[in-house]
C-alpha cells in the first residue's frame, strides 16, 4: 500500500482550496465544538462534553460548506457528511487518536472506534443498487446519497484528537482522505494527509466516557 502525501500548512491550505473548502471552516467547526463542552449542569451524563462538541463540530462544518461552498449534505445510513454536486467527494467527521496532525508518525491517525459491517456491505453491495436520481437538493442543499454513490467517492475526514495539556485543551486535526479499513474496521490507512496547527483553547471539560456516537458508522471502500 502506497504512503500517504502528507502536507502541513501553507500547502494544506492550498490543498484544502483545490477541494473548494477553506481552513476558515475547519477552525470554526473545531471552535464551534470546544464551545459546548461546558456543562450547563450537574444532571448531565459524563459523555456529554464529547457529544454535544462532536453534534455541534458536524453542524457547524456543514453550514459552512453548504452555505459558504456550495456542498450538499446528506446523511446515508444516519451517517452526517457534505459532498460536491457531482459526488465525486465527500467530507466527514472522525475522532482519531494521538497521531492525529502528527507529521512524524509513519501510520496517521487510527479511528477510535470501530466504523462497521456495513463500510464492507455498501462496497459490496453498490453494483447492485438501482441508480436513483433522489438528489432533490433545491434551496435546502440537503440531497441524498446511496451506496453506489458512496463507494465511487473520496471519502475525506475532518480527524481531531483532544487532548488536555496541563491546564490547556488543545484540539490536535488533519483533514484527511481514507485510503481502505482495516479487517476490524478501523480507519487507520490514509491516501492524503493535510495537517493543521493544533487550536489551543484553554481550560474545557474533557469527558470521562467517549467523545463522541461510537455506534455511528462511516463507508470507505478499499481502492
Known amino acids: 500500500m502506497r504512503d500517504a502525501v502528507v502536507q502541513g500548512a501553507p500547502e494544506a491550505e492550498h490543498r484544502l482550496r483545490e477541494l473548494g473548502l477553506e481552513r476558515d471552516y475547519i477552525d470554526r467547526a473545531v471552535r464551534a465544538g470546544a464551545n459546548e463542552r461546558k456543562p450547563r449542569h450537574?444532571?448531565?451524563?459524563?459523555?456529554?462534553?464529547?457529544?454535544?462538541?462532536?453534534?455541534?463540530?458536524?453542524?457547524?462544518?456543514?453550514?459552512?460548506?453548504?452555505?459558504?461552498?456550495?456542498?450538499?449534505?446528506?446523511?446515508?445510513?444516519?451517517?452526517?457528511?457534505?459532498?460536491?454536486?457531482?459526488?465525486?467527494?465527500?467530507?466527514?467527521?472522525?475522532?482519531g487518536d494521538r497521531n492525529t496532525g502528527d507529521e512524524d508518525s509513519n501510520s496517521g491517525p487510527r479511528s477510535k472506534y470501530p466504523k462497521g459491517a456495513v463500510i464492507a456491505s455498501a462496497t459490496a453491495n453498490a453494483a447492485e443498487q438501482p441508480q436513483l436520481d433522489l438528489d432533490v437538493t433545491q434551496s435546502s442543499g440537503y440531497?441524498?446519497?446511496?451506496?453506489?454513490?458512496?463507494?465511487?467517492?473520496?471519502?475525506?475526514?475532518?480527524?481531531?484528537?483532544?487532548?488536555?495539556?496541563?491546564?490547556?485543551?488543545?484540539?490536535?486535526?488533519?483533514?484527511?482522505?481514507?485510503?481502505?479499513i482495516t479487517p476490524d474496521s478501523h480507519i487507520n490507512s490514509w491516501r492524503e494527509r493535510l495537517l493543521l496547527p493544533?487550536?489551543?483553547?484553554?481550560?474545557?471539560?474533557?469527558?470521562?466516557?467517549p467523545e463522541g456516537p461510537d455506534d455511528i458508522d462511516v463507508y470507505v471502500g478499499a481502492l
Do not use: Q
Request: glycine share 6%; net charge negative; charged share 25%.
Open 143 to 180: 440531497g441524498h446519497l446511496d451506496d453506489a454513490d458512496l463507494a465511487r467517492m473520496d471519502v475525506w475526514f475532518l480527524v481531531t484528537y483532544p487532548v488536555e495539556m496541563g491546564d490547556r485543551f488543545i484540539v490536535k486535526r488533519e483533514v484527511s482522505l481514507a485510503n481502505s
Open 42 to 95: 450537574s444532571f448531565e451524563p459524563k459523555s456529554a462534553p464529547g457529544l454535544k462538541d462532536w453534534i455541534a463540530r458536524v453542524g457547524e462544518l456543514r453550514s459552512c460548506v453548504v452555505h459558504e461552498a456550495g456542498w450538499r449534505y446528506a446523511d446515508p445510513r444516519n451517517v452526517p457528511l457534505v459532498y460536491t454536486a457531482d459526488k465525486t467527494t465527500s467530507l466527514g467527521v472522525l475522532l
Open 198 to 209: 493544533p487550536m489551543d483553547f484553554g481550560a474545557v471539560v474533557l469527558p470521562d466516557e
